[in-house]
């Protein structure tokens, strides 16, 4: 009958075996197991053939073809233990589908009697076959349908198809919710798949609409719910329980279950963007990687495949850049890493060799990013190069050196050998068209076959290559050879006797310390013994001189190329005397063995240097260190003309015969100035630069020249003491000192300093300034006392002596002397200010200049008085005897005039200025405000003297305060004569006020005090207050902004460690935790076919997968996360006390 609906015959089977069960009882009644067997079977034929039986159920609509394809067969069984409690009507019975293809029927025992209500079946039925998603199904193809037709209009004719994933319904999380829950979800699935689709803001239209460059990126969209709810995506500032991904033009939406009651799907823009950027990214690099394989293709001639890893574009961390950033650093791949590698392989191409080794051993070519790869760097393996470069961002500017590739495929040696050969050969011709020779070059190559050789580096190996075939030839062709041939001696006898140089014997380990070795073998030059420890010795050698030496052309070349500039010298020299003075070279060391043994660059620097270089320097050289410039003085030349009529340069063969500097001879009989040096010091002696004071030395004009040189600034150091003492006073200096032992025994050098410094800087510190007589506090500060200088003193003469002595007047002449020690230090000595006072006795004449000086200023104190005072005049006087009596005051040598002058400011500030503190008003001040004050002033004073206490025991006080009034100072009135009585080490730098004032008006001057006192105490109390309420609000705004900051320190830590948990066990994006993901290279077959031959994939070797390379295997999204620190504990700062407040009024 079952079969009669479906037209398919079901078996169905009845397990009996509740019958024997033990909760049944033992010895059941035959007839009971029977009557229990026909209720079941009535029961059955209720369930499959009754009006509302599964037969007539699965009739309806698509309900056949599913439980035709689902259904192999029906199981009918009792429940002895009564546990079956249906949530879908009747509870006594249920109905469940086994995954095997077998409908469970399922009643209790005790539920046999009970009747079937039918109304529930067709929901036991639904629910057991899972036909709430067909529902849903069914009722959304047309919305889909309808959906894909509406993204195909507004997206420019861009067809996609739309498919929800059901799979999720089978799971048990889902299945056991209750019919009406489960048709919610899955409605709600379609709700929300239509509008991530076609919602006005944030769908996938909008977006496309908007990104035209990204539509055919997605072919598909699917979306399903994870019944697991185990989505936790981390694109920030959208929702976590939803995702989206995109692979292989596939759009995948995916939302926990759980979430199913959110209106929409938030943030689809900002989670699909990303890797639409990606997608794009990865997209182009596809077609670049395409267009590259062509270029190399056609670079090499031959078939290229060229695959490029760029799984990459994928990652998370790329994920999250902007999209700037990615497209830079995609671009930056492209320029660098695919451009580059173009350049490489081309520059490759252009030499036969290489271009022959791309062609023949390589087929195909893998590029791989890999964050530990420093440098781009290369293999090959099987025909397959596989390229690795450094994943950083920013992208590295290093291509992939043509070496790098070169050395892969083994050919470095011989392409570079090649270029060598040919760069021999062009240095070969430059030097033939050069020099007319005709030379052949041989380089023996027999190095590069060595294993000490090729265990270089491949960048050694070229340099070395490089350096032997460019570097080397050229200086021994262009360095060498040519420039022996642009001298004719030279050039004669190269083409004569040179027609092949041999380069041999490079050994690539370690040998001597020599440079190598040149000889000649006939008509060959033969280079030979460079190792690798000295081949930068051989190449930087001077191989001109060392041709020159083998071919015996050193002296002839040396000397006929410094003929000139001799010639040259010998000209000048009979230009500045006046007369013809011969200059005369002895080159008969030449023939010594000694010289003979030297380096060829050694010998032609010495020939150069005795017959040219030295002549010029000690001679004629115009830099004012020859004997030029000795010459120009008329004294000089005088001695030299008389002395000297030729001039000899000679060396010594005897290593330290001479002098290191060389030795200066004179010889009266011959009259010849002969110069004679050390051969091995030759080219250090060039250098010197004080010929010109050795030379005066032995011409015995030396001090005379050093004079001459420094009389400007003698006669300047004279303008000045006559400027200053306005007479024509003579300054001289005794140069007899240049004749004493201690002098003549000192090196020429020295000689000139010391006679310059005593003409100059000697002169100058005696003289000039405050501590002489030219300075505006010297001796030339008062007229009186120039005068007496001048009445007395003519001339000043300088001696230098072996000691000092003291100052001595001579009539009219002043004698200073100094030792020649003081000379030998600079000259630098204290000036004669104080020792010529002593010697003269000018102190009183100076005192006295300076107490008319100070009068003067008491008389504008004065003056002021009388006009604050109503035109009364009362003069203001200092008793200078106290003053000059005072034992202090007697030994003040040096500063008493100074001393006057400080005195004399005192008595303004007591009596006009005063200070600007009540108990510092001067007297000016008071009588102003006083008028009583000023009245008594006027009536009882005519005269004020201000007297100082050499014994500086002034301790006077008064009014009641310490702190505020004037102390150190006594005031009588004495008579009409007001007494001020000071301290003479501590004048008072304050007013006098208040003294007079408690002096002519004492009660009132007590009331004012009093008054000032409460003032100041009351505002140093206020400021008291202030100051303790600061300090306690600072520490309250202390405490609270460091509660502040620890609450939200603790805050930030819990969000860090939520986030340090979350990112310790995220999985990684690429492989979602599986460690390993499909080969791109292979599209997961695990083969490849190039040519009809199938092999193994070069990449992942056989499986279709590789471990991930964004987590290295590890299937966690990274590979360390810090554990972020707690915050540091709460400090609070305590709260200050206070005690009573000071009695600040017994402190004032």
Request: glycine share 6%; proline share 4%; charged share 25%.
């Amino acid at each position: 009958t079952l079969g009669f609906y479906i037209g398919k015959v079901f078996p169905v089977i009845f397990d009996l075996s509740f019958l024997e069960h033990p909760s049944l009882g033992q010895n059941v009644p035959q007839a009971t197991r029977a009557s229990m067997v026909d209720k079941l079977v009535a029961v059955t034929k209720k369930w499959l053939n009754s009006e509302k039986g599964f037969g007539e159920f699965s009739k309806n609509g698509g309900v056949l073809e599913i439980v035709s394809s689902r259904v192999l067969r029906i199981h009918v069984s009792a429940n002895p233990e009564n546990t079956i409690a249906s949530k879908i009507g009747d509870a006594h019975y249920d109905v469940r589908y086994a995954n095997e293809g077998e409908l469970l029927f399922r009643i209790n025992v005790s539920g046999l009697d009970k009747a079937v209500n039918s109304a529930c079946l067709e929901a036991k039925f639904e629910n057991a076959l899972n036909l709430t998603i067909f529902k849903v199904v069914e009722a959304s193809r047309a919305k889909i349908t309808g959906l894909e037709n509406t993204y195909t209009k507004k997206i420019s004719g861009k067809t996609i198809l739309l498919e929800i994933d059901w799979s999720w319904a089978s799971n048990e999380s889902f299945t056991r919710l209750p019919v009406s829950e489960q048709t919610a979800i899955s409605n709600k699935l379609v709700g929300l798949f239509i509008s991530l689709i076609s919602a006005e803001n944030d769908s996938l239209i909008t977006l496309m609409e908007k990104n035209a460059d990204m539509r055919g990126l997605v072919q598909r969209v699917v979306i399903r719910y994870d019944p697991h709810n185990k989505i936790d995506d981390k694109t920030p500032r959208t929702p976590a329980d939803w995702r989206a991904s995109i692979v292989e033009g596939e759009l995948i939406l995916e939302g926990n279950m759980s979430a199913y009651n959110a209106q929409k799907w938030e943030g689809l823009a900002a989670k699909v963007t990303p890797q639409l950027e990606s997608e794009l990214l990865y997209w182009k690099m596809g077609t670049k990687v395409s267009e590259i394989q062509k270029q190399l293709s056609s670079a090499v001639s031959s078939s290229y495949t060229l695959s490029f890893d760029r799984d990459f574009l994928r990652s998370q961390a790329f994920l999250s850049l902007p999209r700037k950033d990615k497209e830079d650093y995609v671009q930056s791949i492209f320029a660098t890493h695919l451009d580059g590698f173009v350049k490489t392989i081309k520059s490759m191409s252009e030499h036969p060799i290489g271009k022959a080794a791309l062609s023949s051993q390589v087929s195909s070519v893998s590029m791989v990013m890999r964050s530990d790869v420093r440098a781009p760097a290369c293999k090959l393996e099987e025909k397959n190069l596989t390229v690795r470069l450094p994943a950083r961002k920013p992208v590295p500017t290093e291509v992939l050196p043509v070496i790098s590739v070169q050395w892969a495929l083994g050919v470095l040696v011989p392409i570079e050998k090649s270029i060598g050969q040919d760069k021999i050969q062009e240095t070969v011709q430059k030097c033939n068209d050069a020099t007319g020779c005709k030379l052949v070059v041989n380089l023996d190559w027999s190095f590069v076959e060595k294993p000490a050789f090729l265990a270089n580096s491949p960048e050694t190996i070229r340099d070395t290559i490089h350096r032997l075939s460019r570097d080397l030839v050229r200086r021994i062709l262009l360095d060498g050879v040519v420039d022996v041939c642009v001298h004719p001696i030279g050039k004669k006898t190269l083409q004569e006797k040179l027609a092949h140089v041999d380069i041999t014997a490079f050994n690539p380990e370690k040998g001597t310390e020599r440079t190598s070795r040149v000889a000649i073998k006939g008509d060959r030059l033969v280079v030979s013994e460079i190792h690798v420890a000295n081949l930068d010795a051989a190449i930087k050698s001077r191989y001109k001189e060392r041709i020159e030496f083998e071919y015996d052309l050193i002296v002839a070349i040396a000397k006929d190329n410094a003929t000139a500039k001799h010639n040259e010298v010998v000209k000048r020299m009979s230009e500045i005397c006046g007369k013809s003075i011969p200059i005369a070279v002895d080159f008969a060391f030449t023939s010594n063995p000694s010289f003979k043994s030297m380096d060829p660059a050694e010998q032609a620097d010495i020939i150069t240097g005795i017959y040219a270089t030295l002549p010029e320097n000690v001679l004629v050289k115009a830099d004012g260190t020859s004997l030029a410039a000795d010459l120009v003085h008329e004294v000089a030349k005088t001695a030299f003309l008389s002395k000297v009529e030729k001039i000899e340069f000679c060396l010594e063969l005897t290593p330290g015969k001479a002098a290191n500097d060389g030795d200066i001879i004179i010889d009266a009989a011959s009259k010849t100035l002969r110069f004679i040096f050390n051969m091995n010091e030759v080219v250090s002696v060039v250098h010197l630069n004080n010929w010109k004071e050795r030379l005066a030395d032995k011409l015995d004009v030396l001090p005379v020249v050093a004079l001459e040189e420094t009389k400007d600034k003698k006669d300047a150091v004279e303008y000045e003491v006559q400027r200053a003492l306005a007479s024509k006073t003579k300054v001289t200096l005794d140069t007899t000192f240049v004749t004493s032992a201690d002098f003549v025994k000192l090196n020429p050098t020295e000689k000139v300093r010391m006679v310059k410094d005593a003409n100059t800087t000697l002169l100058a510190s005696l003289l000039h300034g405050d501590s002489g007589l030219t300075g505006p506090l010297s001796l030339s500060e008062f007229p009186s006392v120039v005068k007496s200088i001048t009445d007395r003193v003519k001339e000043i003469r300088i001696v230098v002596a072996p000691a000092r002595a003291p100052l001595a007047h001579r009539g009219d002449v002043l004698e200073v002397t100094v030792s020649l020690e003081d000379v030998k230090k600079g000259g630098k000595v204290d000036g004669v200010h104080t020792t010529l006072e002593e010697l003269l006795k000018l102190r009183p004449i100076k005192e006295d200049a300076a107490i008319e000086r100070a009068n003067a200023v008491l008389a504008n104190v004065s003056k002021q008085l009388s006009e604050a005072v109503g035109g009364k005049q009362i003069p203001v006087e200092i008793d200078w005897n106290s003053v000059r009596n005072a034992a202090s005051f007697k030994s003040n040598t040096a500063g008493y005039v100074a001393f006057i002058k400080n005195l004399s400011s005192f008595p303004e500030i007591n009596v006009v200025a005063g200070t600007g503190a009540w108990g510092g008003a001067s007297i000016v001040t008071v009588c102003k405000r006083n008028p009583a004050v000023m009245q008594k002033l006027v009536d009882s004073v005519d005269k004020i003297v201000i007297t100082f206490e050499a014994k500086n025991n002034v301790d006077v006080h008064i009014g009641k305060s310490r702190s505020l009034n004037p102390s150190g100072v006594s005031v009588k009135l004495n008579g009409k004569v007001l007494e001020f009585t000071e301290n003479l080490d501590s004048p008072l730098s304050c007013g006098v006020g208040r003294c007079v004032h408690n002096l002519f008006a004492q009660s009132e001057f007590l009331a004012a005090e009093q008054k000032v006192v409460n003032d100041i105490a009351d505002d140093m109390r206020q400021q008291e207050e202030n100051r303790r309420a600061r300090e306690m609000e600072r520490a309250h705004d202390h405490n609270k902004r460091a509660q502040e900051q620890y609450a939200h320190d603790q805050e930030r830590y819990q969000r860090a460690m939520q986030d340090y948990h979350k990112e310790l066990n995220e999985a990684c994006r690429n492989c979602d935790g599986k460690r390993d993901v499909k080969c791109n290279y292979c599209a997961g077959k695990g083969t490849t076919t190039n040519n009809n031959n199938v092999s193994a994939c070069q990449v992942c070797k056989g499986p279709g997968r590789h471990t991930c390379t964004y987590c290295d295997g590890s299937g966690k999204a990274h590979k360390s996360v810090n554990q972020p620190n707690p915050p540091s504990a709460l400090r609070l700062e305590s709260i200050p006390s206070f005690g009573s407040m000071p009695d600040y009024r017994s402190q004032i």
